[in-house]
């Protein structure tokens, strides 16, 4: 009785990623949510301006007037980042390493979805507990989606159907550590705000990317899936 039981919560579990794996919109996601993140970043960078400090941090945005549509852009970006790494996912045949590299970028929309619910403080950054959980949660966006870019470079290298792609990934792994470091070491707040756009814009090129590649392979006959060799002390 009970492999009956896990046999068909096999099938269903199957059923459900094939539904993902053969819908055409869902690959959209890495474009829409990195396109509205950066549409409402721009938009309270200039409606915010008299109030705000010039390039502001990103996080400070949300203390401005309209600071509601920042919550309200974290929000979304974590929503469509889950949509699109399960697309990838569904994509690249559920390899170890794609599992590692979802389970990282997982982690990363998690992060964005609580950094609405954790705003930060001006003023105040790293001497409250709410300052101190949100740049946790910052560091751990950050670091989780590099780790995850490293995780599918690994098996982007090593599947015939997606080896462009893995030194590109390779690249934004570098320059997202750059930022990340850069945004990490500076002392002014413009400089800080400057780095993290870059950080955000470099990962949101990645995903675009991607995207593009997402859809355009269901233009083409669906590739036999490839005995893509993991190492076993991956």
Known sequence: MDKIEQTSGGKQSSSIWNKIKHCRLLSLAGIIG??????????????????????????????????????????????????????LYSITHKKISSLTGTSFFGITSVGFLAIAAFPSEIGNIGLSIQGLIHNSIAGVISATFILGCIAFAHHFRKDPHWKPYWIYTVLTVILCLAFAISWGVATESHLQAISERLLLISGFIWMLVISIKLIRSHGKQQPVPVNVEEDDNY
Not at 58 to 80: K, M, N, P, Y
């Open 34 to 87: 990195p396109f509205a993140f950066l549409a409402i970043l721009l938009a309270l960078d200039i409606i915010q301006w008299q109030s705000l400090p010039v390039l502001s941090k990103i996080s400070d945005l949300v203390h401005g007037a309209f600071g509601w549509l920042q919550t309200v852009a974290f929000v979304l970006i974590g929503v469509f980042l889950i949509i699109f790494v399960m697309k």
